[in-house]
């Protein structure tokens, strides 16, 4: 009797709790359905068109098109669509503005309106809490602020004979006389040293090797795309990331100790400017600050500049008039091409300028610049509702017809000459962003970009064996080219 008594107090507890899990299933069915009803009702209306494509799944939307051939797929969303589309990516309508009007509106916003902050919520992870778009507004404009001390023209004066002296070595020992090689294996290596000697200073430099190059990938590689719609989300990446900013942080305060402790030697670099630096409160920053925002300034100048460098030298390797063009320039602006380049000698390089203005047309760093609705908002009669990512794309608008004409998939420098230029529609040429937020480094930028690849095309005679443009890599959240980009390469002997 007991035991029978036992078996059926088991089986009437196992009916209990099958029958809550099934209420609690159609309860939660319920307010799922009540929820998705509410949605539907309260909806705005007029919301810009949706673009899909088969295949389409419902919660991962358009993710397979997006990451294997976003410009191509965003613009043929544009050409069913028009200006103004909004495409789904796991669960995030993701609203696009392809026009110059539409630009405009999306560089003018203030960040009650478009957020930048909440956009790149993933970034904290690389930087730190507390810097750049982890901070208040107010504090956000004022880290922003000082790059421009940092970044000043008195500053570049100094910077490129710097980067010459590095690029020398690093070719000296890693290319010598003649030989092959990977071109954007090269430049990374290159920019990497060049921003860290310019940036971070000289100790940081003396310091660089093995671990240093370690420390700084596991950085780097936390920068993957899917971080962007899932910051918090756990992966491989992170964990070595926040440990090589931990280690960064630690040799930072060193190095800032020693030049606290030894005030009379001078410093002429981006480090030196943030110990100097105080917010308008007169609070100084700290060392995570410091660290953040230093690691954010070496990556920012080390991917745009060899991303770029290799896009240029392979356009060149295409078009040889253009070779010549820019080696005809350095032989007017220097003479003899075996001299180090001053600084006034590099600014006044507008034909290379030209020319990397074309490459960041056609292959600007970052395919898409994105920020967080904080209210709704309208454009052409559209509603763009709050709390929606709204992106502008210049990987994809930057090769429109619309803007660019009917070659704007050429390379064509001619584009920017004085007369040509003060025909461009306002916001067509976007790779570094504008308004508020356009990047800080442009000019450091352009400034390397040019000191290192017209040293490389004094000094070395480069056959491209690869033969052709590269396809663009969309894996990560800089737009590199695939593949090796090998080069067979032999010194130039100068007064030989």
Same mark, same amino acid.
Request: proline letters at 8%; charged letters at 20%.
């Given at each position: 009797p007991v035991h029978i008594l036992t078996c059926n107090t088991s089986s009437t507890q196992l009916s209990s709790t099958m029958a809550l899990l099934a209420y609690l299933t159609i309860g939660v069915v319920v307010l799922l359905v009540l929820n998705a009803a509410k949605e539907y009702v309260y909806r705005?209306?007029?919301?810009?068109?949706?673009?899909?494509?088969?295949?389409?799944?419902?919660?991962?939307? !358009?993710?397979?098109?997006?990451?294997?051939?976003?410009?191509?797929?965003?613009?043929?969303?544009?050409?069913k669509c028009g200006d103004i589309f909004t495409i789904n990516l796991f669960g995030w309508p993701m609203t696009f503005l392809m026009s110059s009007e539409g630009h405009s509106q999306f560089f !003018?916003?203030?960040?009650?309106?478009?957020?930048?902050?909440?956009?790149?919520?993933?970034?904290?992870?690389?930087? %730190?809490?507390?810097?750049?778009y982890d901070c208040p507004v107010k504090k956000m404009g004022e880290q922003l602020g000082f790059f421009k001390t940092g970044l000043t023209q008195d500053k570049f004066i100094n910077y490129v004979p710097v980067i010459q002296d590095e690029v020398a070595a690093y070719f000296d020992e890693h290319w010598g006389d003649a030989g092959e090689g990977c071109l954007f294996k090269a430049l990374s290596e290159v920019f990497t040293l060049t921003s860290a000697r310019c940036l971070l200073g000289p100790e940081i430099r003396e310091q660089w090797s093995g671990n240093f190059a370690k420390m700084y990938m596991d950085l780097d590689h936390s920068f993957i795309p899917i971080t962007f719609f899932f910051p918090n989300m756990p992966n491989p990446s992170r964990s070595k990331c926040v440990t090589a900013r931990t280690e960064f942080e630690k040799i930072f305060s060193k190095v800032v100790e020693d030049r606290r402790n030894n005030p009379d030697n001078d410093y002429d670099d981006f480090l030196q400017v943030l110990m100097d630096a105080e917010y308008k409160s007169g609070k100084r920053l700290t060392m995570k600050e410091i660290t953040g925002i230093m690691v954010g300034t070496l990556l920012g100048g080390q991917h745009t500049s060899n991303v770029t460098g290799t896009w240029t030298l392979c356009h060149l390797f295409m078009?040889?008039?253009?070779?010549?063009?820019?080696?005809?320039?350095?032989? @007017?602006? !220097? %003479?003899?091409?075996?001299?180090?380049? %001053?600084?006034?000698?590099?600014?006044?390089?507008?034909e290379f300028d030209k020319v990397?203005?074309?490459?960041?047309?056609?292959?600007?760093?970052?395919? @898409?610049?994105?920020?967080?609705?904080?209210?709704q908002t309208q454009y052409k009669g559209y509603n763009i509702p709050e709390g929606r990512f709204i992106a502008v794309s210049p990987g994809a608008a930057q090769r429109l017809p619309s803007f660019w004409g009917a070659d704007a998939e050429e390379f064509d420098p001619s584009r920017w000459t004085p007369e040509k230029s003060k025909e461009h529609l306002s916001y067509s040429w976007i790779p570094f962003g504008g308004g508020r937020h356009q990047c800080s480094g442009r000019k450091f930028a352009m400034t390397s970009l040019k000191t290192v690849l017209s040293w490389m095309m004094r000094n070395y005679k480069m056959e491209y064996v690869v033969g052709k443009i590269p396809k663009d890599?969309?894996?990560?959240?800089?737009?590199?080219p695939t593949g090796p980009v090998t080069v067979r390469y032999t010194r130039i002997k100068h007064g030989k």
């Open positions: 705005p209306v007029n919301l810009p068109p949706v673009y899909t494509e088969f295949p389409y799944i419902p919660w991962i939307g !358009s993710i397979w098109q997006f990451a294997t051939g976003p410009r191509e797929f965003l613009q043929r969303a544009h050409a !003018s916003a203030k960040e009650e309106v478009y957020d930048i902050r909440e956009a790149y919520k993933c970034t904290v992870v690389t930087f %730190g809490p507390d810097v750049c078009d040889t008039t253009w070779w010549d063009t820019l080696m005809n320039e350095q032989k @007017q602006i !220097s %003479g003899d091409l075996s001299q180090p380049m %001053g600084y006034d000698d590099v600014a006044n390089m507008t990397l203005n074309e490459v960041l047309r056609l292959h600007p760093p970052f395919f @898409q610049l994105a920020r967080v609705t904080k209210q890599d969309y894996t990560t959240m800089v737009v590199a």
